[in-house]
């Protein structure tokens, strides 16, 4: 049975600008600084999995020309061009039909291309057994992350308690597992929960992070859409059939995977989640990169050639510039990009959007001297 | 009587980089933004006074490209390219000798190629009034500048008293006058000066900032150079009448105008001050391009497209950047050129060239991640 993993890169956001543009999104970027792009090592991580000519991605039409760029091995029909952003059903669902038209006996990962992941090895350890899993049963696996702290960011998914469940070493042959084997059966989705919420979550030990990585067989994964959500399904059976997409595709109902079917084949006892601990990360802000880039003894983060003096706590990225020097900063992010330059405390990157945006900016915009000679 | 004008653009430094570079320095670059550089404001500053061939540079070898292309009205046979730097004593015989081989009756000003003023009809109404004096006196006349403050960076010139000189308003008919007529005789030239002494001169209303902007014909000059300094003299006198530059330049005795000519000059009481104020400055660090620049509510200054937020006192140069935003700053310096970054706190500009030196950094050259993927 043929592995095919579904590259879901349709992410704009800015929240890493200038780093990150709408033009040019954090999964087509080299935020950790270590040569590969985030899709790329998304890519890297499914090697000995999957074989480069059964990748899919699913990603705006604007990012076709990148995404050929950037994973020269993939089949040019094996991109699939988002007219419009219709949410993670829509575009699962596409490419879905998509690899069952090819080959019905595929058995799928569906993945983010922009999150990270620190340990490879785990991520295939966990990932080869949902899909062993995935191949014998008409079940839908999501793969869990286990909590390290009460994150009020991400969803969570909550296992059917086996017994206790112990995050800690197993059995005596793996020492290094932290999680258990599964996969368990997800009793309930639970949305972005409260600090308190976050916090039980975390003791109880039977909730894990929604990572949004999910494995299925192409059957399993087409005969839940048609059974939850039968209008999509029958629009996008009927567009990957025709090739209509421009026609067809915008109209589809805007809709996560997560409320499309998780949620409905989780009640109908359907899903289950593989327990894992490979240092996931979805870089979803300054915080996290800082956290997954390595230190200096001042606890600064830094991708390009920065040079820190009398600096702690901040996290640099340059990525054109030559050369970075940072005086007297702490708690600070400095990012550059083509021309374009971001200062701006840590605790305000919330704020980066804003700053990112093109009209009239809050700031001041000046331009030279009060003397004669300058008048312009 | 013809005027020429002698620039002297030879310096080198690197207190504002990445602004200026010593393959570019401050002389050639446009500090202020207002579309033209120092040594362009130089000579704009002389139109009228002195026509474009008569226009003369002295500069290192390194530079003529540059001066080429910033004054392309100079006669190329005027721009003295130096083999090597000796100070301002052979810069300026160099320069003085080759005018007289043009012209015997020349009347001269010397000016630095990287200062600013901020009140060009002033300026130029002093320095008619100097060659008006030159052209008929063969005495040397330094500008001398009002000095605003207890300045410790400038060396000073002491004017004879001449009854009580008034710092102010001298005439209905002029009254936005706020020194008297010179010239006066020079009495000395003061070194920089301590804390404690610049606050006596400033009391005193004598001294006067010396700006190293001299005027006289070009007959007095050389005479003056072949009593006090007759080595020199003959030495330059030789390489001007066979162009020798090579062989004799670098062999020149490494020595300042003041030294040479101005100090025994003046005993001799031969030296004249006009006093000015027309909004002189060296521009010789962050602190008085702050000053020159025009500011935003919260004491900003900027010289490009650069948006505040949150900041105060700060000031900020970006040549080359598209878009610089500046959250939570306050009394930082943040230069740009060509992909080089300066982010530095006022109050540690000093350390600017320490920080631009190539040599291995005090700070932390960080690269990348510390994950497996990531592995370089």
Chains 1, 2 share one sequence.
């Not at 090895?121 to 057994?129: A, S, T």
């Not at 995977?257 to 802000?285: Q, R």
Request: hydrophobic share 35%; aromatic share 10%.
């Amino acid at each position: 049975m043929a592995n095919h993993v579904v590259i879901m890169a349709g992410g704009v956001g800015s929240r890493f600008w200038p780093l990150s543009t709408p033009q040019f999104p954090k999964q087509f970027i080299d935020i950790l600084g270590c040569g590969r792009t985030l899709i790329q090592l998304t890519v890297d991580r499914f090697s000995g999995i999957c074989p480069p000519e059964n990748f899919w991605v699913v990603t705006n039409r604007s990012y076709v020309s990148i995404v050929r760029e950037q994973i020269p091995g993939i089949p040019s029909e094996h991109i699939l061009a988002e007219p419009a952003a219709r949410n993670t059903a829509p575009c699962i669902a596409w490419a879905c039909w998509s690899i069952r038209q090819e080959d019905p006996d595929a058995n799928v990962v569906v993945t983010p291309a922009d999150a990270v992941v620190m340990n490879t090895p785990e991520f295939q350890r966990v990932i080869k057994g949902a899909l062993e899993f995935t191949a014998g049963h008409n079940n839908i696996v999501t793969i869990g992350i286990k909590p390290n702290r009460p994150e009020t960011g991400y969803g969570y998914v909550k296992m059917e308690p086996k017994g206790t469940v112990l995050f800690g070493p197993i059995s005596k042959k793996e020492p290094n597992r932290t999680v258990p084997f599964g996969p368990f059966r997800v009793e309930a989705f639970k949305e972005k929960p409260s600090r308190e919420v976050a916090q039980q979550y975390l003791e109880d030990g039977n909730y894990l992070w929604n990572a949004g990585i999910f494995v299925w067989n192409v059957q399993t994964i087409t005969d839940s859409l048609s059974k939850y959500k039968p209008q999509l399904a029958s629009e996008i059976e009927k567009m990957v059939a025709t090739a209509a997409i421009d026609e067809i595709f915008p109209q589809c109902e805007k809709i996560s995977i997560d409320y499309a079917v998780m949620e409905p084949a989780a009640a109908d006892g359907k899903v289950y989640t593989c327990p894992a601990d490979f240092g996931w990360s979805d870089l979803g802000n300054w915080q996290s990169l800082h956290e997954k880039l390595s230190k200096d003894q001042d606890n600064n983060a830094a991708v390009g050639n920065v040079y820190f003096y009398d600096s702690t706590n901040c996290v640099v990225h340059a990525e054109n510039a030559r050369k970075v020097v940072v005086q007297g900063l702490d708690g600070y992010i400095v990012s550059e990009k083509n021309g374009q330059i971001l200062i701006c405390k840590r605790s305000e990157e919330q704020r980066i959007k804003d700053f990112s945006a093109e009209k009239e900016p809050k700031g001041t915009v000046l331009f030279g001297p009060k003397t004669e000679n300058g008048a312009k």
